[in-house]
């Protein structure tokens, strides 16, 4: 650990070795040009930018334009501006798009902007998945926005409680907007999280060990597992609303066995974490910004990554915190209050962190550091605030108040977009090689400091008077009607603040003084790279040695003889393919070099498709969802085809008897499986949500199965169970084979699982044909077949992949050394043993038992 | 509209003007925290603003800063406002004692059915309490979730479709005290308002009485007229009248209508000429209501108008 009472950082800082490799690692790097070659682009710099821009684009569509309707609309008592269905649908989208299509994106745009550079690495592991988070989140956005056109706006609120939200009182297509276009946002938001997990995880520079990671990944590693954990049940809820809207099934309504608060549980398991999934990677930009211009290390470092760690445990525990008022019982209501009080501690930890750090250092007041100090001053208002809604008896009085719209507007104008104007200002000099202008940088400040607190800080005081929240108008004599007035003023001072920062985004981009490549002195390795930096970033891997390698270190490249050789030979060899260095999880030493993903049309493909399903659900063609998912899956499986091996396998092993690292051109052997292992996941966490909803709508339920259906028999069930058990064997076996380059075993093992599995899945669709009741009458039915189906579609998953893998084996052929897809499968089909068995079991035994 | 509730006789001053023990240690628990929350909030801003003019520090100095800030303080202050917070849940009742008054009420799309069990009527929109009397509110919903909140006598409570809730509350002083649907319930939520009137036992016992009475037959010409005119227009399909032939249950119950204050669940005070805006042309008032405008003649809505009015 490096000492805190070092000098100041130098300015002068260290900058990339240049070698003469650079020409062709450009010809490799680049993304390809014209229109096709944008559209086939894969490189995190053209992702990245394009996130943010269309993050910021939906942000003043309904981050903006939407409240300063709303707020004409209450300036005044019983105003008659606008309509109460068009208040409606105004409040639905403000909330719908801030929380879906705005932050997260912007943040995950940052990530994969910047990432690669701040680990030191040339590209995100799965450029392409990069892609096609992108192309989901901006088609499944468009697809939700699209509602406007046909005048069918979502108007039941960004929350979307059952029954409001169901067939029943809201019959009309304008929900079905709301569950697919934003389902199709969630789908691109897990593909990042991915893609941001084993980044992070798995590609820093050589010597950058977990003590010496950025707080800013630090913070997007807890980010992108807190998505998994909270985007997976949300996506379950929402598939279990649109079966009760487009199929007629009824898991939320209380007269067919359902149950209104289900869906509640399964929102908030979601809707609690997105608000600490916004709010930590802004914590994570702070912690960068705050070293930078106090010019001092970060104190307390541990402490900070604690905190961010357990932010994102914590914000699990406190979901039902939402729900005080639907008549919990003072335990549960006592034991959701402590845990939401106890998430101050962490946060209260990162907020004396940061001014420990300032209190050492010697302050610049750039305009980055401005909104990290206005950051501070509101969001330690909204966390008290926080902490008061926390507790039950208050938030008996606060819920569903205004109060809670100026909490939350604390937390994330305060919290989260002050953050987000920081880093903007922090990085834009380093991609676009211009600085934004400081004179206007101080307006853009300013104005929204000043905007914010007027515009909500009145909200907590007609909150407190009983002004109860989405109300399009309210009557006059209660008072209400000043604290209303100036909220509606803040909006104007708000509004020509972010106008400032367009301007200043734009002018500054066409002609801003040029940047350099490190104007704030700053201490992480992107700042060492010209600014815009080139597409593949490191022409010679950098070696990292400390936490703030440009502030300790003379030179970026100097290690251990052997690293220092290693990252030498990377700049020479190879230059036919895009080779990326896999680093070990803890001590960051070299562990595989591997090929990362050529530029690519098939993302675009993939997220077209799954957006096709999704607009014929909207429109109830089903036979078009079928074609949606075929290109779904023909895509995935094009985007996924071994492509020509630009190295045979001596040439790697060549590499690897000189430098000590395996080369794995045909499939990383690390990457791949991390991957693995996190869909497998992203299924667990899917399988669970899926039990959860088949239990809470049991307890929901006197008899289960209800009365007129017979307990099911377990017979065939079992036979199907035990063919899967075997296939997984078989899997394994053939698994174990390649391994060691017996083919016919892996042939064996892979005909054996497949033919195994084929022939469960058939019987236990015959089962579920002889099944006396339907997935319509009742919330039982409705369970059974989505959960049984999920099951299914997990073995049908395993198939097509199974399929492949046995097309494969011969063509190309698989290797004792290139065998990735076959580890893959292998895990897999364990995964989807353990479903198999876990689903059908609770159906088929689960009722016997209980 | 808007200068009607200038004029009319209506207190509301939310949860920090509280009129009964329920709001009243919820007010106190806000008041506390408040001093609390001050304390800590400008804590933070001036250690952040010495914090800016600062020479540096040592390590140790720095070190000491987050653990006493960012552990120790919040800890002591967390436990504090956790066990205020618990003894003030235990200050709550959440079961009724003996004696209380039972009333249950059932939130529609947009209006609030009120029943007395023990009296055996039904009214809407307008809840009479005895004042030093715990009543016990039991919450069921017709159709989405609502959310019963009155500010000045307690917290909310939701109204379930799937089971019903419990919230006990207790009015101190006599007067009127506002209240609202506080979960958003589609296009007429904002106006899904009610009027909670706690009065001393005796006049209460008094209302009750003529409450729980069938509605008086109409007197004199025009109101009998207007019964008539009731009866023609279909508005017992969704309206009870009791001891008339008008028995609908899908909206409010109009037995005594005339003795109520307010008007479409709160939105406008009783009088006749909003009386008359609303039965034309409800759609104007409150677009979405599940409620048509009569279309009828102005003889025959000043009739009807002087029907409802006599509805004592």
């Not at chain 1, 400040?445 to 905007?451: N, P, T």
């Not at chain 2, 799937?162 to 589609?186: I, K, M, S, W």
Request: proline share 7%; with cysteine.
């Amino acid at each position: 650990m490096t000492d805190v009472r070092e000098a100041p950082p130098p300015f002068d800082t260290p900058r990339l070795r240049e070698v003469d490799t650079d020409e062709q690692l450009h010809e490799l790097w680049d993304d390809p040009p014209g229109l096709w070659g944008k559209l086939r682009a894969v490189q995190n710099d053209a992702i990245g930018v394009r996130l943010l821009l269309t993050g910021f684009f939906f942000l003043i569509l309904g981050g903006t334009v939407d409240s300063v309707v709303m707020r004409l609309q209450l300036a005044v008592p019983d105003n008659e501006l606008v309509s109460p269905q068009l208040y409606s649908e105004l409040f639905t989208n403000h909330g719908s798009v801030t929380m879906f299509l705005v932050i997260l994106p912007i943040f995950e745009g940052f990530a994969i902007l910047v990432l690669p550079l701040l680990l030191g690495t040339r590209e995100m592991p799965f450029p392409r998945l990069g892609a096609f988070a992108y192309y989901t989140f901006l088609l499944g956005g468009l697809l939700y926005y699209s509602s406007t056109l046909f005048m069918l706006v979502p108007d039941t609120g960004w929350f979307a409680y059952t029954p409001l939200s169901g067939p029943e009182f809201s019959p009309d297509k304008a929900m079905d907007f709301w569950v697919l276009g934003l389902g199709v946002a969630e789908i691109g938001a897990i593909a990042a999280a991915i893609e941001i997990i084993i980044s992070v995880l798995k590609t820093r520079a050589p010597g950058m060990t977990l003590a010496r990671v950025p707080l800013f990944a630090w913070a997007l590693l807890v980010t992108a597992f807190m998505i998994l954990f909270a985007f997976t049940p949300v996506i379950v809820g929402s598939l279990l609303l649109e079966l009760d809207r487009g199929f007629g099934m009824q898991f939320f309504d209380p007269e067919r066995g359902g149950s209104s608060l289900l869906w509640q549980h399964l929102f908030w398991i979601f809707g609690h974490p997105e608000v600490y999934i916004q709010f930590l990677p802004a914590v994570g930009i702070v912690s960068m910004i705050v070293p930078v211009f106090a010019r001092r290390r970060m104190v307390a470092y541990p402490w900070q990554v604690a905190s961010l760690v357990a932010i994102g445990f914590l914000s699990f525990g406190l979901w039902a915190h939402h729900m005080f008022t639907v008549g919990l019982t003072p335990v549960v209501g006592s034991f959701f209050s402590a845990a939401s009080i106890v998430i101050g501690v962490p946060a209260a930890v990162q907020i004396f962190a940061w001014i420990a750090t300032i209190w050492g250092g010697r302050v610049r007041w750039k305009t980055p550091f401005l909104f990290v100090v206005g950051f501070v001053a509101l969001f330690v208002l909204g966390g008290i605030t926080g902490i008061m809604v926390a507790s039950v008896p208050f938030d008996l009085q606060a819920h569903d108040s205004y109060f809670v719209v100026a909490h939350l507007h604390y937390v994330l104008i305060g919290g989260v977009a002050f953050p987000i104007f920081a880093g903007v200002y922090y990085w834009f000099p380093k991609f676009t090689g211009k600085m934004l202008d400081e004179r206007l940088g101080r307006w853009n400040f300013w104005l929204l400091f000043v905007g914010t607190n007027v515009a909500f800080f009145p909200m907590h005081i007609v909150g407190l008077m009983g002004m109860p929240r989405r109300v399009y108008t309210y009557p006059a004599g209660l008072g209400w009607e000043v604290w209303n007035l100036i909220s509606t003023i803040g909006v104007f001072i708000i509004v020509p603040g972010i106008g400032v920062f367009v301007w200043n985004v734009v002018r500054s981009w066409r002609r801003g003084e040029p940047a350099g490549h490190n104007p704030w002195g700053a201490d992480t390795l992107e700042w060492a790279t010209p600014s815009p930096p080139v597409a593949h970033a490191f022409s010679v891997p950098p070696v990292v040695g400390s936490r703030h390698p440009l502030w300790d270190q003379d030179d970026l490249h100097a290690g251990s003889p052997e690293v220092s050789q290693f990252v030498t030979a990377l700049s020479q060899w190879p230059l036919k393919w895009r080779a990326v260095l896999v680093t070990r999880t803890g001590d960051a030493q070299p562990e595989e070099v591997f090929r990362v993903a050529d530029p690519s049309i098939w993302p675009l493909v993939a997220a077209i498709g799954a957006v096709s399903i999704f607009v014929a659900e909207l429109l109830k063609l089903r036979l078009g969802a079928l074609v949606g998912l075929a290109i779904v899956v023909g895509a995935v499986i094009a985007w996924n085809w071994p492509e020509r091996v630009e190295a045979t396998e001596e040439e790697e092993e060549a590499f690897e008897r000189e430098h000590g690292i395996p080369v794995r051109v045909g499939g990383s052997w690390v990457v791949a499986r991390w991957a693995m292992g996190l869909v497998i996941m992203i299924l667990g966490i899917a399988f669970g949500a899926f039990l959860l909803s088949y239990f809470y709508l049991q307890t929901a339920n006197e008899s289960w199965p209800p009365p007129g259906i017979d307990l099911p028999q377990p017979f065939w069930p079992a036979v199907a169970a035990v063919l899967v058990a075997g296939g997984g064997l078989a899997m394994l076996h053939a698994h174990r084979s390649i391994r060691v380059g017996r083919q016919a075993g892996l042939r064996t093992g892979l005909a054996g699982a497949l033919a195994a599995g084929i022939v469960a899945l058939v019987v236990q669709v015959l089962d579920f044909q002889g099944l006396g009741f339907g997935a319509t009458e009742h919330a039982y039915g409705s369970i059974f077949y989505t959960l049984g189906g999920f099951a299914l579609a997990v073995m049908s998953g395993g198939l097509i992949f199974g399929g492949l893998a046995a097309y494969w084996s011969v063509r190309p052929g698989f290797t004792a050394r290139r065998h990735t897809p076959v580890t893959n499968l292998a895990r897999y089909w364990a995964a989807l043993v353990v479903i198999w068995i876990g689903g059908f079991g609770t159906l088929y035994v689960g009722p016997w038992v209980t | 509209m808007s200068v009607a509730w200038l004029s009319a006789p209506i207190v509301a001053r939310g949860s920090l003007d509280p009129r009964g023990p329920v709001a009243g240690e919820i007010a106190d628990l806000w008041w506390w925290m408040l001093a609390v929350a001050a304390v800590v909030f400008l804590a933070v801003l001036v250690l952040l603003g010495v914090s800016l003019r600062s020479r540096r520090t040592g390590e140790r100095v720095a070190r000491r800063l987050v653990v006493a800030g960012g552990v120790v303080m919040p800890a002591v202050v967390l436990t504090a406002v956790l066990v205020v917070s618990v003894a003030t849940t235990n200050a709550i009742p959440f079961a009724a004692g003996p004696g209380a008054l039972r009333v249950e009420v059932t939130g529609h799309q947009w209006w609030w059915e009120v029943r007395y069990p023990d009296h055996g009527f039904a009214t809407a929109n307008e809840i009479h309490l005895p004042v030093g009397r715990q009543v016990e509110f039991t919450l069921r919903s017709a159709d989405v979730i609502h959310s019963f909140w009155v500010p000045q006598l307690g917290g909310k409570i939701d109204a379930l479709p799937d089971h019903p809730n419990t919230l006990v509350l207790q009015a101190d002083e006599p007067g009127e005290y506002r209240g609202v649907c506080a979960e958003f319930c589609g296009i007429q939520h904002a106006k899904m308002g009610l009027l909670v009137v706690a009065q001393p036992p005796d006049e209460f016992a008094a209302w009750l009485d003529a409450q729980a009475r069938p509605a008086p037959p109409p007197e004199g010409r025009l109101p009998r007229r207007g019964a008539v005119v009731f009866g023609a227009a279909g508005c017992g399909m969704c309206h009870s009248v009791r001891g008339t032939d008008a028995a609908g249950a899908r909206a409010p119950d109009l037995t005594h209508f005339g003795s109520r204050r307010t008007l479409a669940a709160a939105a406008l005070p009783a009088t006749g000429e909003h009386i008359r805006d609303w039965v034309a042309d409800p759609q104007s008032i409150k677009e979405g209501a599940l409620m048509e405008g009569a279309d009828l003649g102005a003889s025959d809505l000043a009739a009807l108008v002087a029907y409802l009015e006599g509805l004592e």
